[in-house]
Protein backbone atom coordinates (compact mmCIF):
# COMPACT_ATOMS: atom_id res chain seq x y z
CA UNK A 1 0.00 0.00 0.00
CA UNK A 2 1.20 3.75 -1.25
CA UNK A 3 2.08 5.84 2.57
CA UNK A 4 -0.80 8.22 2.42
CA UNK A 5 0.09 12.13 2.00
CA UNK A 6 0.63 13.78 5.40
CA UNK A 7 -2.35 16.17 4.62
CA UNK A 8 -4.68 13.08 4.48
CA UNK A 9 -7.23 12.98 6.93
CA UNK A 10 -6.05 10.69 9.90
CA UNK A 11 -7.71 7.36 10.62
CA UNK A 12 -9.14 7.11 13.93
CA UNK A 13 -8.44 3.57 15.56
CA UNK A 14 -9.74 2.42 18.91
CA UNK A 15 -5.86 1.90 20.80
CA UNK A 16 -2.26 2.90 20.16
CA UNK A 17 0.48 1.45 21.53
CA UNK A 18 3.85 3.17 22.49
CA UNK A 19 6.59 1.24 23.06
CA UNK A 20 10.25 1.75 22.82
CA UNK A 21 10.61 -1.32 21.31
CA UNK A 22 8.25 -4.01 19.91
CA UNK A 23 9.34 -7.70 19.02
CA UNK A 24 6.60 -8.74 16.55
CA UNK A 25 8.60 -12.50 16.19
CA UNK A 26 7.37 -11.97 12.48
CA UNK A 27 9.64 -10.21 11.51
CA UNK A 28 12.52 -11.66 14.08
CA UNK A 29 14.24 -7.90 14.80
CA UNK A 30 12.58 -5.88 16.88
CA UNK A 31 11.54 -2.63 16.31
CA UNK A 32 12.38 0.84 17.97
CA UNK A 33 10.43 3.58 19.34
CA UNK A 34 7.12 1.92 17.34
CA UNK A 35 3.42 2.11 18.00
CA UNK A 36 0.96 -0.55 17.67
CA UNK A 37 -2.00 0.82 16.17
CA UNK A 38 -5.59 -1.49 17.09
CA UNK A 39 -9.28 -1.12 16.23
CA UNK A 40 -11.78 -3.62 16.39
CA UNK A 41 -9.65 -5.51 18.18
CA UNK A 42 -7.37 -6.65 15.34
CA UNK A 43 -4.15 -4.69 14.57
CA UNK A 44 -4.02 -2.28 11.91
CA UNK A 45 -0.76 -1.45 11.79
CA UNK A 46 3.56 -1.08 13.49
CA UNK A 47 4.45 2.31 12.86
CA UNK A 48 6.93 4.73 14.15
CA UNK A 49 6.19 6.88 16.69
CA UNK A 50 6.34 9.76 14.08
CA UNK A 51 4.47 8.36 11.64
CA UNK A 52 1.57 7.09 13.56
CA UNK A 53 1.33 11.10 14.63
CA UNK A 54 0.48 11.54 11.50
CA UNK A 55 -1.63 9.01 9.77
CA UNK A 56 -3.81 7.93 13.03
CA UNK A 57 -5.85 9.36 15.94
CA UNK A 58 -6.23 6.75 18.98
CA UNK A 59 -9.29 7.02 21.24
CA UNK A 60 -6.91 5.65 23.82
CA UNK A 61 -3.32 6.54 23.72
CA UNK A 62 -1.12 4.22 25.75
CA UNK A 63 3.15 4.82 26.28
CA UNK A 64 5.32 2.17 27.63
CA UNK A 65 8.63 4.07 26.68
CA UNK A 66 10.72 1.99 28.68
CA UNK A 67 9.03 -1.04 27.47
CA UNK A 68 9.13 -4.51 24.71
CA UNK A 69 5.92 -4.98 23.35
CA UNK A 70 5.60 -8.72 22.12
CA UNK A 71 2.64 -11.05 20.91
CA UNK A 72 0.61 -12.73 24.06
CA UNK A 73 2.65 -15.64 25.25
CA UNK A 74 1.16 -19.13 24.41
CA UNK A 75 1.42 -21.98 27.02
CA UNK A 76 0.87 -24.95 24.75
CA UNK A 77 0.46 -27.50 27.34
CA UNK A 78 -0.81 -27.01 30.81
CA UNK A 79 -3.33 -28.71 33.32
CA UNK A 80 -4.44 -25.72 34.44
CA UNK A 81 -6.84 -26.91 37.80
CA UNK A 82 -4.05 -28.66 39.25
CA UNK A 83 -2.94 -24.90 40.76
CA UNK A 84 -4.59 -26.22 43.13
CA UNK A 85 -2.35 -29.24 44.03
CA UNK A 86 0.82 -26.99 43.86
CA UNK A 87 3.90 -27.94 45.30
CA UNK A 88 1.78 -31.19 47.01
CA UNK A 89 4.12 -33.52 45.72
CA UNK A 90 7.82 -32.75 45.29
CA UNK A 91 10.88 -34.81 44.69
CA UNK A 92 9.31 -38.18 43.52
CA UNK A 93 9.36 -39.45 39.54
CA UNK A 94 6.70 -39.42 37.32
CA UNK A 95 4.97 -42.71 38.04
CA UNK A 96 4.76 -42.11 41.12
CA UNK A 97 3.86 -38.75 41.23
CA UNK A 98 0.98 -39.98 39.17
CA UNK A 99 -0.03 -42.91 41.28
CA UNK A 100 0.79 -42.23 44.72
CA UNK A 101 -0.22 -38.21 45.45
CA UNK A 102 -2.06 -36.75 41.79
CA UNK A 103 -5.06 -39.46 41.13
CA UNK A 104 -5.67 -40.15 44.78
CA UNK A 105 -6.04 -36.76 45.37
CA UNK A 106 -7.91 -35.92 42.35
CA UNK A 107 -10.46 -39.14 43.14
CA UNK A 108 -11.14 -37.78 46.33
CA UNK A 109 -11.66 -33.54 45.07
CA UNK A 110 -12.43 -33.77 41.31
CA UNK A 111 -15.55 -31.69 40.11
CA UNK A 112 -16.37 -28.72 37.94
CA UNK A 113 -16.29 -26.58 41.30
CA UNK A 114 -12.54 -27.63 41.85
CA UNK A 115 -11.75 -27.18 37.82
CA UNK A 116 -13.30 -23.81 37.82
CA UNK A 117 -11.60 -22.35 40.97
CA UNK A 118 -8.47 -24.23 40.00
CA UNK A 119 -8.39 -22.49 36.25
CA UNK A 120 -9.24 -19.29 37.31
CA UNK A 121 -6.36 -19.10 39.87
CA UNK A 122 -4.32 -20.40 37.18
CA UNK A 123 -5.37 -17.70 34.86
CA UNK A 124 -4.73 -15.23 37.01
CA UNK A 125 -1.45 -16.03 37.26
CA UNK A 126 -0.55 -16.75 33.87
CA UNK A 127 -2.25 -13.57 32.49
CA UNK A 128 -0.12 -11.80 35.03
CA UNK A 129 2.85 -13.21 33.72
CA UNK A 130 2.10 -12.38 29.90
CA UNK A 131 -0.11 -15.74 28.54
CA UNK A 132 -2.66 -15.08 26.96
CA UNK A 133 -3.73 -17.94 25.37
CA UNK A 134 -3.44 -21.58 27.20
CA UNK A 135 -4.15 -24.89 25.82
CA UNK A 136 -5.52 -26.81 28.71
CA UNK A 137 -5.89 -30.78 29.20
CA UNK A 138 -8.05 -31.58 32.20
CA UNK A 139 -11.51 -32.83 33.18
CA UNK A 140 -15.06 -31.10 32.91
CA UNK A 141 -13.32 -28.76 30.07
CA UNK A 142 -16.77 -26.84 30.09
CA UNK A 143 -16.10 -25.41 33.97
CA UNK A 144 -12.39 -24.93 32.49
CA UNK A 145 -13.87 -22.79 29.80
CA UNK A 146 -15.93 -20.51 32.24
CA UNK A 147 -12.90 -19.60 34.37
CA UNK A 148 -10.93 -18.88 30.78
CA UNK A 149 -13.71 -16.51 29.92
CA UNK A 150 -14.40 -14.84 33.08
CA UNK A 151 -10.71 -13.83 32.50
CA UNK A 152 -10.84 -12.86 29.27
CA UNK A 153 -8.23 -15.20 28.21
CA UNK A 154 -7.89 -17.91 25.38
CA UNK A 155 -7.81 -21.49 25.42
CA UNK A 156 -7.57 -24.34 23.90
CA UNK A 157 -9.71 -27.52 25.71
CA UNK A 158 -8.47 -30.75 25.45
CA UNK A 159 -11.04 -33.69 25.43
CA UNK A 160 -9.68 -35.84 28.01
CA UNK A 161 -9.85 -39.25 27.36
CA UNK A 162 -8.75 -42.65 29.39
CA UNK A 163 -9.42 -46.30 29.22
CA UNK A 164 -9.67 -46.33 32.86
CA UNK A 165 -12.87 -44.50 34.97
CA UNK A 166 -12.53 -41.15 37.20
CA UNK A 167 -15.14 -39.35 38.68
CA UNK A 168 -15.39 -37.42 35.20
CA UNK A 169 -16.16 -40.54 32.82
CA UNK A 170 -16.42 -43.98 33.23
CA UNK A 171 -14.54 -45.34 30.23
CA UNK A 172 -13.40 -43.76 26.33
CA UNK A 173 -16.94 -43.49 25.01
CA UNK A 174 -18.23 -41.43 28.00
CA UNK A 175 -14.85 -39.26 28.34
CA UNK A 176 -15.98 -38.16 24.32
CA UNK A 177 -19.44 -37.79 24.56
CA UNK A 178 -19.21 -35.58 27.70
CA UNK A 179 -16.00 -33.66 26.14
CA UNK A 180 -18.17 -33.09 22.80
CA UNK A 181 -21.39 -32.23 24.70
CA UNK A 182 -18.90 -29.41 26.40
CA UNK A 183 -17.51 -28.63 22.94
CA UNK A 184 -20.92 -27.76 21.49
CA UNK A 185 -21.81 -25.87 24.22
CA UNK A 186 -18.50 -23.04 24.05
CA UNK A 187 -19.13 -23.74 19.88
CA UNK A 188 -19.86 -19.42 19.17
CA UNK A 189 -17.38 -18.68 21.71
CA UNK A 190 -14.20 -17.18 19.67
CA UNK A 191 -12.41 -17.60 22.78
CA UNK A 192 -12.58 -20.78 23.49
CA UNK A 193 -11.58 -23.76 20.87
CA UNK A 194 -11.53 -27.80 21.63
CA UNK A 195 -9.29 -30.57 20.86
CA UNK A 196 -9.29 -34.26 21.34
CA UNK A 197 -6.60 -34.74 24.22
CA UNK A 198 -5.91 -39.12 24.75
CA UNK A 199 -3.93 -39.17 28.01
CA UNK A 200 -0.78 -41.01 26.48
CA UNK A 201 -0.23 -44.30 24.47
CA UNK A 202 -0.16 -46.53 27.66
CA UNK A 203 -3.38 -45.30 29.31
CA UNK A 204 -5.43 -45.39 25.90
CA UNK A 205 -5.58 -48.32 23.53
CA UNK A 206 -5.76 -48.78 20.31
CA UNK A 207 -9.48 -49.25 19.79
CA UNK A 208 -10.01 -45.67 21.82
CA UNK A 209 -7.45 -44.39 19.28
CA UNK A 210 -9.35 -45.60 16.29
CA UNK A 211 -12.35 -43.71 17.54
CA UNK A 212 -10.45 -40.81 18.48
CA UNK A 213 -8.74 -40.66 15.09
CA UNK A 214 -12.48 -41.12 13.37
CA UNK A 215 -13.79 -38.01 15.31
CA UNK A 216 -10.38 -35.82 14.70
CA UNK A 217 -11.06 -36.28 11.29
CA UNK A 218 -14.45 -35.73 11.06
CA UNK A 219 -14.74 -33.04 13.00
CA UNK A 220 -11.23 -31.28 12.32
CA UNK A 221 -10.07 -31.42 15.52
CA UNK A 222 -6.28 -31.39 16.58
CA UNK A 223 -5.09 -34.81 18.56
CA UNK A 224 -3.03 -33.85 21.37
CA UNK A 225 -1.23 -36.37 23.97
CA UNK A 226 1.58 -36.70 26.36
CA UNK A 227 4.38 -38.67 23.75
CA UNK A 228 7.60 -40.53 25.57
CA UNK A 229 7.36 -38.37 28.41
CA UNK A 230 9.72 -40.53 29.86
CA UNK A 231 12.79 -43.40 28.85
CA UNK A 232 10.46 -46.36 30.53
CA UNK A 233 7.60 -45.24 28.28
CA UNK A 234 9.87 -46.18 25.01
CA UNK A 235 11.47 -49.47 26.88
CA UNK A 236 7.73 -50.64 27.80
CA UNK A 237 6.62 -50.01 24.67
CA UNK A 238 9.43 -51.81 22.92
CA UNK A 239 8.69 -54.72 25.07
CA UNK A 240 5.49 -54.78 24.77
CA UNK A 241 3.87 -54.22 21.41
CA UNK A 242 7.91 -54.05 19.46
CA UNK A 243 7.43 -50.56 18.18
CA UNK A 244 8.17 -46.76 19.40
CA UNK A 245 4.72 -45.26 20.59
CA UNK A 246 5.04 -43.16 17.77
CA UNK A 247 5.30 -45.33 15.34
CA UNK A 248 2.13 -47.24 16.60
CA UNK A 249 0.15 -43.83 16.69
CA UNK A 250 1.22 -43.32 13.69
CA UNK A 251 -0.03 -46.97 12.44
CA UNK A 252 -3.11 -45.75 13.64
CA UNK A 253 -3.53 -42.49 11.70
CA UNK A 254 -3.32 -40.25 14.62
CA UNK A 255 0.27 -38.15 12.97
CA UNK A 256 -0.72 -35.52 10.73
CA UNK A 257 -0.51 -31.64 10.60
CA UNK A 258 -2.85 -32.32 13.50
CA UNK A 259 -0.88 -33.89 16.14
CA UNK A 260 0.52 -32.46 18.83
CA UNK A 261 3.16 -34.15 20.52
CA UNK A 262 3.51 -32.95 24.48
CA UNK A 263 7.20 -33.60 26.01
CA UNK A 264 8.63 -35.88 23.35
CA UNK A 265 11.75 -36.26 25.17
CA UNK A 266 12.83 -39.28 24.71
CA UNK A 267 12.41 -39.71 20.50
CA UNK A 268 15.02 -41.12 18.24
CA UNK A 269 16.03 -40.63 14.99
CA UNK A 270 13.26 -42.42 13.38
CA UNK A 271 10.65 -41.23 15.38
CA UNK A 272 12.34 -37.33 14.92
CA UNK A 273 12.00 -37.91 10.92
CA UNK A 274 8.13 -39.48 11.39
CA UNK A 275 7.19 -36.27 13.65
CA UNK A 276 9.07 -33.96 10.56
CA UNK A 277 7.55 -35.95 7.71
CA UNK A 278 4.05 -35.74 9.03
CA UNK A 279 4.08 -32.31 9.74
CA UNK A 280 3.60 -32.36 13.77
CA UNK A 281 4.21 -30.35 16.03
CA UNK A 282 6.11 -30.68 19.70
CA UNK A 283 5.18 -29.08 22.68
CA UNK A 284 8.64 -28.52 24.93
CA UNK A 285 8.19 -28.92 29.20
CA UNK A 286 11.65 -28.26 30.11
CA UNK A 287 11.18 -27.26 33.76
CA UNK A 288 8.35 -30.19 34.63
CA UNK A 289 10.80 -32.95 32.31
CA UNK A 290 13.34 -31.34 34.72
CA UNK A 291 11.77 -31.67 37.93
CA UNK A 292 10.19 -35.16 37.60
CA UNK A 293 13.40 -36.40 36.28
CA UNK A 294 12.18 -37.72 32.77
CA UNK A 295 14.83 -36.17 31.00
CA UNK A 296 15.69 -33.21 28.43
CA UNK A 297 13.59 -32.92 24.57
CA UNK A 298 15.85 -32.66 22.02
CA UNK A 299 14.48 -29.18 21.03
CA UNK A 300 17.38 -28.41 18.84
CA UNK A 301 17.27 -31.66 16.59
CA UNK A 302 13.95 -31.01 16.44
CA UNK A 303 14.06 -27.37 15.11
CA UNK A 304 16.78 -28.59 12.48
CA UNK A 305 14.32 -30.85 11.28
CA UNK A 306 11.49 -28.52 10.57
CA UNK A 307 9.56 -29.54 13.27
CA UNK A 308 7.31 -26.39 14.97
CA UNK A 309 8.60 -26.57 18.54
CA UNK A 310 5.82 -24.75 21.20
CA UNK A 311 6.66 -24.09 25.16
CA UNK A 312 4.49 -25.37 27.92
CA UNK A 313 4.69 -25.10 31.55
CA UNK A 314 3.02 -28.48 32.21
CA UNK A 315 0.79 -28.42 35.52
CA UNK A 316 1.54 -26.66 38.54
CA UNK A 317 1.54 -29.68 40.64
CA UNK A 318 4.77 -30.86 38.34
CA UNK A 319 6.47 -27.62 37.53
CA UNK A 320 5.81 -25.46 40.20
CA UNK A 321 5.41 -22.44 38.20
CA UNK A 322 3.03 -21.23 35.14
CA UNK A 323 5.52 -18.97 33.87
CA UNK A 324 6.50 -19.23 30.31
CA UNK A 325 8.95 -16.42 30.46
CA UNK A 326 10.83 -18.93 32.98
CA UNK A 327 10.48 -21.91 30.82
CA UNK A 328 12.09 -19.72 27.30
CA UNK A 329 15.30 -19.37 29.60
CA UNK A 330 15.27 -22.92 30.75
CA UNK A 331 15.02 -24.07 27.33
CA UNK A 332 17.71 -21.98 25.82
CA UNK A 333 20.44 -22.87 28.60
CA UNK A 334 19.21 -26.40 28.40
CA UNK A 335 19.56 -26.23 24.52
CA UNK A 336 23.31 -25.06 24.94
CA UNK A 337 24.21 -27.82 27.08
CA UNK A 338 23.00 -30.54 25.94
CA UNK A 339 24.58 -29.79 22.15
CA UNK A 340 27.75 -28.39 23.29
CA UNK A 341 26.43 -25.66 21.24
CA UNK A 342 26.68 -22.03 22.10
CA UNK A 343 24.63 -21.09 18.91
CA UNK A 344 21.43 -23.40 19.59
CA UNK A 345 18.09 -22.34 20.49
CA UNK A 346 18.95 -18.37 19.86
CA UNK A 347 16.93 -16.10 22.05
CA UNK A 348 14.72 -15.09 18.72
CA UNK A 349 14.22 -19.12 18.50
CA UNK A 350 12.76 -19.22 21.94
CA UNK A 351 10.39 -15.96 22.10
CA UNK A 352 9.13 -17.70 18.48
CA UNK A 353 8.32 -20.71 20.44
CA UNK A 354 6.85 -19.35 22.99
CA UNK A 355 4.45 -17.38 20.77
CA UNK A 356 4.43 -18.65 17.24
CA UNK A 357 4.74 -21.91 17.73
CA UNK A 358 2.38 -22.17 20.10
CA UNK A 359 0.02 -21.03 18.04
CA UNK A 360 0.41 -23.27 14.72
CA UNK A 361 0.66 -25.92 17.36
CA UNK A 362 -2.97 -25.02 18.49
CA UNK A 363 -4.24 -24.34 14.91
CA UNK A 364 -4.60 -20.67 15.97
CA UNK A 365 -1.46 -19.09 13.65
CA UNK A 366 -3.99 -17.49 11.66
CA UNK A 367 -5.34 -15.09 14.63
CA UNK A 368 -2.70 -15.20 17.02
CA UNK A 369 1.57 -15.53 17.68
CA UNK A 370 2.81 -12.32 16.30
CA UNK A 371 2.08 -9.02 16.00
CA UNK A 372 1.17 -8.56 11.98
CA UNK A 373 -1.68 -6.32 10.36
CA UNK A 374 -4.71 -8.41 10.52
CA UNK A 375 -4.38 -10.38 13.26
CA UNK A 376 -5.72 -9.88 17.25
CA UNK A 377 -4.49 -7.31 19.14
CA UNK A 378 -2.86 -10.06 21.97
CA UNK A 379 -0.11 -8.18 23.52
CA UNK A 380 2.49 -8.07 26.25
CA UNK A 381 3.96 -4.86 27.29
CA UNK A 382 7.33 -5.95 29.70
CA UNK A 383 9.28 -3.07 31.24
CA UNK A 384 13.07 -2.94 30.72
CA UNK A 385 13.84 -0.25 32.59
CA UNK A 386 14.36 -2.30 36.01
CA UNK A 387 18.08 -2.79 37.19
CA UNK A 388 18.22 -5.76 36.11
CA UNK A 389 17.31 -5.30 32.79
CA UNK A 390 19.94 -2.13 32.29
CA UNK A 391 21.15 -1.68 29.92
CA UNK A 392 19.88 -2.78 26.99
CA UNK A 393 21.69 -4.17 24.03
CA UNK A 394 18.71 -6.32 22.26
CA UNK A 395 15.56 -6.08 23.83
CA UNK A 396 14.81 -10.16 22.45
CA UNK A 397 17.84 -11.32 24.39
CA UNK A 398 16.59 -9.28 27.31
CA UNK A 399 13.22 -10.82 27.09
CA UNK A 400 14.95 -14.59 26.96
CA UNK A 401 17.93 -14.03 29.47
CA UNK A 402 17.17 -11.13 31.78
CA UNK A 403 13.79 -10.61 32.18
CA UNK A 404 11.42 -12.42 34.17
CA UNK A 405 7.43 -12.54 34.38
CA UNK A 406 7.59 -10.00 37.24
CA UNK A 407 8.66 -7.35 34.50
CA UNK A 408 5.49 -7.76 32.37
CA UNK A 409 3.21 -4.56 33.42
CA UNK A 410 0.53 -4.68 30.99
CA UNK A 411 -1.58 -7.23 28.70
CA UNK A 412 -3.93 -6.83 26.08
CA UNK A 413 -6.88 -9.73 24.32
CA UNK A 414 -8.40 -8.16 21.13
CA UNK A 415 -7.32 -4.99 22.34
CA UNK A 416 -8.60 -5.27 25.33
CA UNK A 417 -6.82 -4.44 28.75
CA UNK A 418 -6.91 -7.69 30.93
CA UNK A 419 -3.74 -6.51 32.92
CA UNK A 420 -2.69 -2.79 33.19
CA UNK A 421 0.20 -1.61 36.05
CA UNK A 422 0.28 -5.17 36.78
CA UNK A 423 -2.62 -6.15 38.22
CA UNK A 424 -5.36 -8.80 36.87
CA UNK A 425 -8.38 -6.50 35.53
CA UNK A 426 -11.68 -9.31 35.26
CA UNK A 427 -11.05 -11.70 38.55
CA UNK A 428 -11.09 -11.13 42.01
CA UNK A 429 -7.45 -11.99 43.28
CA UNK A 430 -8.68 -11.90 47.15
CA UNK A 431 -11.73 -14.24 45.89
CA UNK A 432 -9.49 -16.62 43.90
CA UNK A 433 -6.84 -16.79 47.00
CA UNK A 434 -9.96 -17.58 49.15
CA UNK A 435 -11.17 -20.48 47.30
CA UNK A 436 -7.50 -21.70 46.86
CA UNK A 437 -6.91 -21.94 50.32
CA UNK A 438 -10.68 -23.61 51.02
CA UNK A 439 -9.60 -26.32 48.70
CA UNK A 440 -6.08 -26.58 50.18
CA UNK A 441 -7.32 -27.01 54.06
CA UNK A 442 -9.13 -30.21 51.67
CA UNK A 443 -6.40 -31.21 49.82
CA UNK A 444 -3.56 -31.09 52.95
CA UNK A 445 -4.75 -34.57 54.37
CA UNK A 446 -2.87 -37.30 53.00
CA UNK A 447 -5.15 -39.07 50.29
CA UNK A 448 -6.39 -42.54 51.22
ZN1 LIG B 1 0.96 -32.85 31.10
Redesign the pocket.
Known amino acids: MEPEPLSAARRTVDLRIDAAWIAPVEPEAALAEHALLVDGGRIVALAPWDEADARYVARVHVQRLTHVLIPGLVNA???SAMALMRGVADDVPLAAWLTEHIWPREAAVLGPDFVHDGTLLAAAEMLAGGITACND?YFYPEAAADAYLAAGMRAMLGVPVLDFPTRYAPDAAGYLAAGLAARDRYRREPHIVFSLAPHAPYTVGDDSWRAIVTLARELDLTIQT?LL?TRKERADALTQDGRSPLARLDALGATGPGFVA??AVHCDEDDIRMLAARHCHVVH?PA?NAKLASGIAPVAAYLAAGINVAL?T??AA?NNRLDLMGEMRLAALLAKATTGDAAALPAASVLRCATLGGARALGLDATIGSLVPGKAADAVAIDLADIATTPCYDPVSHLVHAAGREHVTDVWVDGAPVVTDRLVQRIDVAAVKGSAERWHARLARPPG
Do not use: P, R, V
Open positions: HAHMHEIHCSGDGS
